[in-house]
């Protein structure tokens, strides 16, 4: 026995049902109930996304975390499928009175434009630990590539790099990444440490690496 719609009287032979109401008015329903837009910080600098507590490079699925922390649908998981500087399309799946339903929404894209914590410490040449290379010039610029690539790869950066006579020194701006870093590679460079500040009654110390190659 066939049922109609109460909004627009399909009829359940020729669309799915989720309850009393055809499929399409149920999306209809949940669509409006969907804001339109969603607002978005990045970076005016390195052009990454805030994602609470976090920064990441723009891809959908940094995009997707990011709209989840300011866009709520009661019932609905989503995540975004494409997206441009001003909208993105996000693709839905709801439960209602125990139906999976899909869809996608296009909704506006609010871009704020902040700077970022790693930014503004950039700019203002912020640095945790200092780190001295010195040696053979051919191994002191293997492992000055190699720092590098490992210090940009894990969102920390090198606030300035000076060429020295036997080498470089390198301000960075994260000193436990620097000392994972040395014990990934299974190094062993001379420590000291250098009183720069207190923070709530604690003293902040740079660390300074010497390593001899
Ligand atoms: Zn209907
Ligand atoms: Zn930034």
Redesign the pocket.
């Known amino acids: 026995m066939a049922i109609h719609?109460p909004?627009?009287n399909?009829s359940s032979d020729d669309i799915r049902f989720i309850g009393e109401?055809?499929e399409?008015?149920t999306i209809d329903r949940l669509k409006r109930k969907i804001p339109d837009s969603a607002e978005v910080y990045q970076c005016k600098s390195c052009e990454r996304i805030r994602v609470g507590m976090d920064n990441f490079q723009l891809t959908k699925s940094a995009l997707t975390a990011a709209i989840k922390t300011v866009l709520k649908a009661p019932d609905c998981d989503f995540k975004v499928v494409s997206y441009s500087k001003t909208d993105a399309v996000l693709r839905f799946k709801c439960t209602v009175e125990g139906s999976t339903v899909e869809f996608d929404k296009r909704i506006g894209l609010r871009i704020r434009k902040w700077m970022c914590r790693d930014c503004v410490r950039k700019v203002s040449g912020y640095y945790e630990a200092l780190v001295q290379l010195r040696g053979d010039t051919f191994l002191v610029e293997r492992m000055l590539k190699k720092m590098e690539s490992y210090i940009e790869r894990n969102n920390a950066f090198i606030s300035k790099k000076e060429r020295i006579n036997s080498g470089y020194d390198l301000y960075i701006s994260d000193k436990k990444l620097v000392s994972y870093f040395f014990s990934l590679y299974k190094l062993k460079p001379e420590r000291s440490y250098t009183l720069y500040g207190m923070k709530k009654g604690k003293k902040l110390y740079r660390h300074i690496y010497s390593l001899r190659l």
């Open positions: 719609c909004i627009c399909k109401f055809c399409d008015c």
